[in-house]
């Protein structure tokens, strides 16, 4: 737990703003490498959903989800954006890192 915590912690003013004007989807391309340096799992996809602030979906499968939620929980700028609505963020097979208002 928090492997990769510091990568997500050091993205987090990237994603303020990419919540901040999701009214069409952001995206932010990481590199496949930043996260092999740090783990070897076949997959570092993953979907958080939120509904108010609140996750609505199961993180426990995955780490790079949980450790993300945590850090996104622990920033008050980003939990008062996301208690305006429904947002999902998600990473896909690309490394690519996509942030949605619904």
């Known amino acids: 737990m928090g492997k990769y915590s510091d990568l997500r912690r050091e993205l987090l003013p ?3 703003r990419k919540l901040e ?3 069409i989807p952001q995206q932010i391309q990481l590199e496949r490498r930043t996260f092999d340096q ?3 799992r076949q997959s570092y996809s993953f979907n958080i959903q939120y509904s108010v602030g609140q996750v609505i979906n ?3 499968g995955s780490a790079v989800a ?3 939620n945590g ?3 622990s920033d008050f700028g980003i939990q008062a954006i996301l ?4 947002f999902k963020i998600n990473m896909d097979s ?4 996509w942030i949605r208002k619904f």
């Open 58 to 60: 199961n993180l426990g």
């Open 94 to 97: 690309s490394f690519i890192f």
């Open 21 to 23: 004007k999701c009214d």
């Open 38 to 40: 740090l783990g070897n």
């Open 14 to 16: 990237e994603i303020k």
């Open 83 to 86: 208690k305006n609505g429904d």
């Open 71 to 73: 850090e996104i929980q």
């Open 66 to 68: 949980r450790d993300l």
